[in-house]
């Protein structure tokens, strides 16, 4: 058998060896915490599942979906962001439905991208920024996230051949995995960017609805004219706990989504109308206490994990929203992977090594708040203790 020579320009499954040290501990007895994926743990809304069984049991919603989505949800959309952003879109031509925000993004690439164009990514970033690109064809030029820049990345650095091949640039505010939000002046910067250089700005929208202390999440669409250079990709997983499910949206210029749609409609054949129904009731007004109740939440989790930190001597700023504690790994390692390993081994706890999301990560380590508050506890003790 010869496979492909495009599964040799991506890195093998980069927690693959962790799976199985984790798996040869759990067989030995030993009580692993895992604080390493961010996936909620909390079940999705009520009202979410009931309408999902609703939907499920009405013979509409049975068939092949239509390639645009269904007209509820698509109508839900535009009316969640004309309420949450003020961004008016037109649910014919402005909203398509995508099988979760990484289905859309990989897919762009497929849509946008010839051989040697670059897409510009955040580093550290999503990983399918990255392995999107090469699986396309094209390159992935690397935009480092840095604290002193408040994790927004410098656009003027960016070389001018690469530049000249760029066609796409992905970026995410409340940003995974630094918990960063977005610099004020940044979406603007990024419109007129896109602009002057004809690239199409993709701005991953995962965590909008997940933030604290009364800030307040925009839209990368409320920013003028950011409809005429891009699109958001905004997602239900985290701020609905509906990983599970693979509902998300494509929002914005419509050019650009009739680009998506006219290579999607070859690939797959949309996602369930069920799912998308239950996605079209979790959009509407009724779900703001819900949110409110989860961000409390997290909240809590997040001033536990960051008092355990700093009590540990740990440089942590507590973040405005997402779902993840950045911090830098104590001085003594000579890697993000080493420190990480080092607290598998010693406490019995997974957590990321920055580095694992682009070489500007090394140097720091991730924390998911995805655990409940006693575990959670337990694993921010344990490390503590290190
Ligand atoms: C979790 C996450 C996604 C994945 O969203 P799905 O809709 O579940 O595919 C995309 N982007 C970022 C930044 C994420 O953290």
């Known amino acids: 058998m010869r496979r492909s020579s495009r599964l040799d320009l991506i890195p093998p499954y980069m927690f693959a060896e962790l799976e199985r040290k984790v798996r040869a501990k759990r067989a030995a007895g030993v009580d692993v915490i895992s604080l390493g994926i961010g996936d909620p743990d909390t079940p999705t809304y009520p009202p979410i599942v009931e309408a999902m069984q609703r939907a499920v049991a009405d013979p509409s919603t049975h068939q092949y979906p239509s390639n645009r989505g269904r007209q509820e949800f698509r109508e839900a ?22 099988i979760g925000a990484k289905e859309c993004i990989f897919n762009l690439n497929l849509a946008f991208l010839d051989a040697g164009d670059v897409a510009l990514a955040s580093d550290p970033g999503y990983p399918v920024y990255t392995g999107g690109p090469l699986l396309a064809g094209g390159r992935p030029v690397l935009m480092p996230l840095l604290a002193e820049r408040d994790f927004a990345p410098d656009l003027n650095a960016i070389g001018a051949d690469e530049l000249e091949r760029a066609r796409l640039l992905f970026f995410n505010y409340p940003n995974n995995p630094t918990g960063a939000v977005v610099p004020p002046g940044f979406f603007e910067e990024v419109v007129a960017f896109g602009r002057q250089h004809e690239i199409l700005i993709v701005h991953d929208n995962a965590y909008s609805e997940t933030t604290y202390d009364g800030y307040i999440a925009p839209s990368f669409l409320q920013t003028p004219g950011a409809k005429e250079v891009g699109v958001e990709v905004f997602s239900l997983s985290k701020g609905y706990n509906m990983t599970g499910w693979r509902c998300a949206a494509i929002v914005g210029n419509a050019e650009a989504i009739e680009s998506y749609w006219h290579l999607k409609s070859n690939i797959d054949s949309g996602n369930f109308e069920a799912v998308q129904l239950a996605g079209a009731v979790a959009l509407g007004p009724d779900l703001e206490a ?60 997974i957590i990321s090594p920055g580095g694992a999301y682009g070489a500007t990560g090394e140097g720091y380590f991730r924390i998911s708040l995805t655990t409940p508050d006693d575990r959670l506890l337990e694993a921010v003790e344990r490390i503590r203790r290190l």
């Open 77 to 98: 959309v535009a009316a969640f962001y004309a309420r949450r952003f003020g961004v008016e879109l037109d649910p014919e031509t402005e909203v398509m439905a995508a």
């Open 290 to 349: 819900e949110k409110r109740a989860m961000n409390e939440i997290y909240r809590r989790r997040r001033d536990l994990v960051c008092d355990a930190l700093a009590q540990a001597g740990v440089d942590v700023t507590p973040p405005k929203g997402t779902i993840y504690i950045w911090a830098p790994i104590p001085e003594g390692f000579d890697s993000s992977a080493a420190y990480c390993e080092h607290v598998l081994e010693q406490a019995a706890v």
